[in-house]
């Protein structure tokens, strides 16, 4: 099956600082890579996705980037904001064999800004 | 609110009990996913329901079933509990449709301590 590995656990930045959070998948058959927010003690949520016809996508102060030749994909977060302090999920889905309609998840980043 | 129902939000057992969590997908989602989150720990997949069949199957321990309904709510059992069941337990859903892999909705979760 897949496998998708995240970098860093721990991410500590500056108000106002960008935060880069990055992920590679093995599996040539995931086309499908979604970015999930989980605040403390809530549900993850979707903050963006990108597939793979695309490099990259932008929707206000976060961006994602897909590099499907090296395997990898990262989030972008710029202008970073207290409120931004959460765990952050990345993850990886395709369109057949055991990738199909299933989303394997990296272990999470925990991002803190500071203030 | 993301539409998927979990039931119930906590839940304190003992060791060697058994529980019962039960999911409600949003409405028109086929596709029902558990996902086990325990501290400082990512989200473990555990298994996929799809229309009423086992879609995939993750790291789902043999003390550990589960099943989708005709009305395609969702239940999973957890047997002979032990401490280290002890985690946040995630239902969630998702429209698979062919070759598209939709945004998993996630719900509150369902909090097992087991003492």
């Known amino acids: 099956g897949e496998n998708v590995e995240q970098h860093p656990s721990t991410l500590s930045v500056q108000e106002g600082d960008s935060a880069v959070i990055k992920c590679t998948y093995s599996?040539?058959?995931?086309?499908?890579f979604p970015w999930y927010k989980q605040e403390l003690g809530k549900r993850p949520q979707l903050i963006i996705d990108i597939r793979s016809n695309v490099g990259e996508k932008k929707d206000q102060r976060i961006a994602v980037t897909l590099n499907k030749t090296a395997k990898h994909f990262s989030l972008h977060i710029t202008e970073t904001q207290p409120e931004d302090s959460a765990v952050y999920f990345c993850a990886a889905s395709g369109d057949r064999g055991s990738t199909l309609g299933r989303l394997y998840f990296g272990r999470g980043t925990q991002l803190t800004v500071w203030p | 609110d993301s539409g998927v129902t979990q039931t119930p939000k906590h839940l304190i057992t003992a060791t060697g009990q058994r529980v019962t969590l039960r999911c409600s997908p949003r409405s028109g989602d086929l596709s029902v996913y558990w996902y086990q989150q325990s501290l400082d720990q990512g989200l473990q997949f555990l298994i996929q329901?799809?229309?009423?069949?086992?879609?995939a199957k993750g790291n789902i321990l043999e003390r550990f079933s589960a099943q989708q309904f005709p009305d395609l709510h969702s239940e999973l059992n957890l047997s002979s509990l032990e401490l280290g069941d002890s985690a946040l337990y995630f239902c969630?859903?998702?429209?698979?449709?062919?070759?598209?892999?939709?945004?998993?909705?996630f719900g509150e979760g369902s909090r097992l301590t087991v003492l």
């Open positions: 599996d040539s058959a995931s086309n499908y």
């Open positions: 329901y799809y229309n009423g069949e086992e879609r």
């Open positions: 969630a859903s998702s429209v698979v449709a062919g070759t598209y892999t939709g945004e998993l909705f």
